[in-house]
Each structure stands twice: as C-alpha cells, then as structure tokens.
Nanobody, 125 residues
Framework: QVQLVESGGGLVQAGGSLRLACEVS????????MDWFRQAPGKEREFVAA????????LHADSVKGRFTISRDNAKNTVYLQINSLKPEDTANYYC??????????????????WGKGTLVTVSS
C-alpha cells in the first residue's frame, strides 16, 4: 500500500511563503508523475501543479503560476510545493497525489490513484 504524507502547512500572513512536502512510501516513486491539488472550504478540489516522473517537466495552474513551484527529489521519495506571495484566497487544504502509470503531467483529480490526507494552509490578511 502506497502512503503519501504531507507536511509544511500552517498559518502565514499575506505575502509570506511556505514550503510543502509530500513523502511517498515505496520503491516506485520515480516511476510516477506527482501532483498537488487544493480544496478551500465550500469549494471543489482544484488542480495546482504537476511534475513528471523525472522532474524535467512541470505544469502549474494559471491561478498560481509565478508564485508556486513544484519540484521533486526522487532520492528522497519527496515532492515539494514552494508557495510564495501568499494571498488569503490561497487558504485551503493542500493534497499531494500520485498520477497513473505512464501519465506525464496529469491534471484531473479523478485520474490520480493515491492521495495524502492533506496539510492546511491558512493565509491571514
């Protein structure tokens, strides 16, 4: 069973930064693309960023482009999300998820096969 554990969330003032991490169990981490999604209270889960299995290719949602950066360290089985210039509308639970085998940059939540439990990011104005 693959487990994903997020960390790094917290309360931060607008304009601040956080670095989220997601550690993945198992020995096949480097085979799969990884994503970050977020879900704000009362809203649907939305795609934030994706990274290919090698880390060479990335994709960021328009709403976070230029402020958020996804990266990964395959030696540490960990995917990261650096979030800068935080805004109150970035307040949400942030989830990492594993893409289906063979997908380069998946973006649909329904396609992801494993999820973490999330880490809460709260941005105060």
């Amino acid at each position: 069973q693959v487990q994903l554990v997020e960390s790094g969330g917290g309360l931060v003032q607008a304009g601040g930064s956080l670095r989220l991490a997601c550690e993945v169990s198992g020995r096949t981490f480097s085979w799969y693309a990884m994503d970050w999604f977020r879900q704000a209270p009362g809203k649907e889960r939305e795609f934030v960023a994706a990274i290919s299995s090698s880390g060479r290719d990335t994709l960021h949602a328009d709403s976070v482009k230029g402020r958020f950066t996804i990266s990964r360290d395959n030696a540490k089985n960990t995917v990261y999300l650096q979030i800068n210039s935080l805004k109150p509308e970035d307040t949400a639970n942030y989830y990492c998820a594993r893409g289906p085998l063979g997908a380069t940059l998946p973006t649909q939540a329904a396609d992801m096969d494993y999820w973490g439990k999330g880490t809460l990011v709260t941005v105060s104005s």
